[in-house]
């Protein structure tokens, strides 16, 4: 008689998809640039960009010289792996918050009151909106502004362009002026004496700027 578990396992061992293996040399390489990262994170937000030093990473790190200089080119290439990490974070959250609502202005409110609410975290406040502006500012002369920032806006956008108030308009054209304030909100807050209290006055101009667009023309 035919064991049917064991020809059971040996199917599901047949049919078992094949795993690959990354080297040991590329995994240990891959653990050495996230410990360096996350290493620069926490100098980068308790310090600053200017207050760290390479060398303060690499002894925290306990890593030799030239394994920082085999991932990054130097301090600036380090600091935007860092940027784009801490930021890649943020707009994830804002686009799971915009998505989480059915009509089109929760899901904006939602994704604004996100990123808001980032700006009063450390690592974004710092990193994000404080430091990239002087440490990144050649780079995005020469290549516009930060990819990451344009697509997660115009996902949040685009569901409003199908409504009333702004049938329409240039997709594009929202974007770059939504930019433009998320920029200055995040700034307002980041540089005040009170982040909270900054944080609470950005609310008041919001809906107050959501309810007009919303109020019956006369």
């Given at each position: 008689?035919?064991?049917?578990?064991?020809?059971?396992?040996?199917?599901?061992?047949?049919?078992?998809?094949?795993?690959?293996?990354?080297?040991?040399?590329?995994?240990?390489?891959?653990?050495?640039?996230?410990l360096?990262?996350?290493?620069?994170?926490?100098?980068?937000?308790?310090?600053?960009?200017?207050?760290?030093?390479?060398d303060?990473?690499?002894?925290?790190?306990?890593?030799?010289?030239?394994?920082?200089?085999?991932?990054?080119?130097?301090?600036?290439?380090?600091?935007?792996?860092?940027?784009?990490?801490?930021?890649?974070?943020?707009?994830?959250?804002?686009?799971?918050?915009?998505?989480?609502?059915?009509?089109?202005?929760?899901?904006?409110?939602?994704?604004?009151?996100?990123?808001?609410?980032?700006?009063?975290?450390?690592?974004?406040?710092?990193?994000?909106v404080?430091?990239?502006?002087?440490?990144?500012?050649?780079?995005?002369?020469?290549i516009?502004?930060?990819?990451?920032?344009?697509?997660?806006?115009?996902?949040?956008?685009?569901?409003?362009?199908?409504?009333?108030?702004?049938?329409?308009?240039?997709?594009?054209?929202?974007?770059?002026?939504?930019?433009?304030?998320?920029?200055?909100?995040?700034?307002?807050?980041?540089?005040?004496?009170?982040?909270?209290?900054?944080?609470?006055e950005?609310?008041?101009?919001?809906?107050?700027?959501?309810?007009?667009?919303?109020?019956?023309?006369?």
């Open positions: 008689m035919t064991d049917y578990k064991s020809v059971t396992d040996c199917r599901s061992a047949w049919y078992r998809p094949r795993v690959d293996v990354k080297p040991l040399r590329v995994r240990q390489a891959e653990a050495t640039r996230s360096l990262v996350e290493v620069a994170r926490q100098n980068f937000t308790e310090h600053g960009y200017a207050a760290t030093s390479i303060d990473i690499i002894r925290q790190a306990g890593v030799a010289r030239g394994a920082l200089y085999h991932h990054f080119a130097g301090k600036e290439a380090l600091f935007r792996a860092v940027y784009e990490t801490v930021e890649g974070e943020v707009v994830a959250r804002v686009v799971e918050a915009a998505a989480s609502q059915t009509s089109p202005w929760d899901a904006v409110r939602a994704g604004l009151s996100t990123f808001l609410d980032a700006c009063l975290e450390p690592a974004f406040r710092r990193i994000v404080l430091d990239s502006v002087s440490v990144l500012q050649s780079k995005v002369l020469e516009g502004v930060d990819p990451v920032e344009l697509p997660m806006l115009r996902t949040v956008l685009t569901p409003l362009l199908g409504s009333t108030s702004f049938g329409g308009m240039a997709l594009d054209a929202l974007t770059y002026v939504a930019l433009g304030g998320r920029y200055g909100a995040s700034l307002y807050i980041a540089r005040a004496s009170d982040p909270r209290a900054a944080r609470a950005v609310d008041v101009v919001l809906d107050t700027l959501i309810s007009g667009l919303f109020r019956p023309a006369t």
